[in-house]
């Protein structure tokens, strides 16, 4: 079985600060790692993702991700967040084997001006 | 180019009756997948589709819940004698073949049963 963790339901960060948003991730072998964004009333939107390789994943938006196994996590981070950036946030782990791709119960992150 | 479509994006039906909501996906895409998003919580999978053949249906809840996708393109998912539980927003996504494909995903048809 695989599942992701996401400890904090929210997370509120000023403009210009350094954004980061927790996940934990358990599954059976490699795992592929996502992260999306959802703004209010869309679907969600992918950010990037970790196949192998580096370690730091750059992705959409000025968004980057730290895969680190040792610690089964799979943080998502911003140098300087953006008031544009509140959103909810869900990170999500799929086999390398299967297709399903399970997501955590999601951040909300609010960036305040 | 298009993205994923769904419609209705709004339903709105009484408990006991039937409803249909169609997956339009990204033209190539091979895999097609369903969610459930309550509020508040993160995407619930449903079932995934490679082609015509649903490959994993694990996340169906019951066999109210059914869905079907003939061609290999559109898809709909259908729920019979609908209870007040099943009120969420239905989320299709598309993708290419492969683990590391990411999903792309429509904007949902939030089903409100009364």
């Known amino acids: 079985a695989q599942s992701v963790a996401q400890p904090e339901d929210q997370v509120n960060v000023a403009e210009g600060n350094p954004l980061t948003v927790k996940c934990t991730y358990s599954?059976?072998?490699?795992?592929?790692l996502f992260w999306y964004v959802q703004y209010p009333n869309r679907g969600l939107q992918f950010l990037l993702k970790?196949?192998?390789?580096?370690?730091l994943v750059k992705g959409s938006y000025g968004f980057e991700a730290e895969f680190n196994k040792s610690q089964t996590s799979f943080h998502l981070k911003k140098p300087s967040a953006l008031v544009s950036d509140s959103a909810l946030y869900f990170c999500?782990?799929?086999?390398?084997?299967?297709?399903?791709?399970?997501f955590g119960g999601g951040t909300r992150v609010l960036v305040k001006p | 180019g298009a993205g994923v479509s769904q419609t209705p994006s709004n339903k709105v039906t009484e408990k006991g009756k039937y409803v249909e909501l169609r997956c339009d996906p990204i033209?190539?895409?091979?895999?097609l997948y369903w969610y459930r998003q309550s509020l508040g919580q993160g995407p619930e999978f449903l079932i995934y589709?490679?082609?015509?053949?649903?490959?994993?249906d694990s996340g169906l809840p019951n066999d109210r819940f059914f869905a079907v996708r003939p061609e290999g393109s559109v898809s709909t998912l259908k729920i019979q004698r609908t209870e007040r539980g099943d009120s969420a927003v239905y989320l299709c996504?598309?993708?290419?073949?492969?683990?590391?494909?990411?999903?792309?995903f429509g904007n949902g048809t939030r089903l409100t049963v009364t």
């Open positions: 996504a598309s993708s290419l073949q492969g683990p590391n494909s990411p999903l792309h």
């Open positions: 599954v059976s072998g490699n795992p592929y």
């Open positions: 970790y196949i192998t390789g580096d370690n």
């Open positions: 999500a782990v799929r086999q390398a084997a299967g297709n399903k791709l399970t």
């Open positions: 033209s190539g895409h091979t895999a």
């Open positions: 589709f490679q082609g015509t053949g649903a490959a994993d």
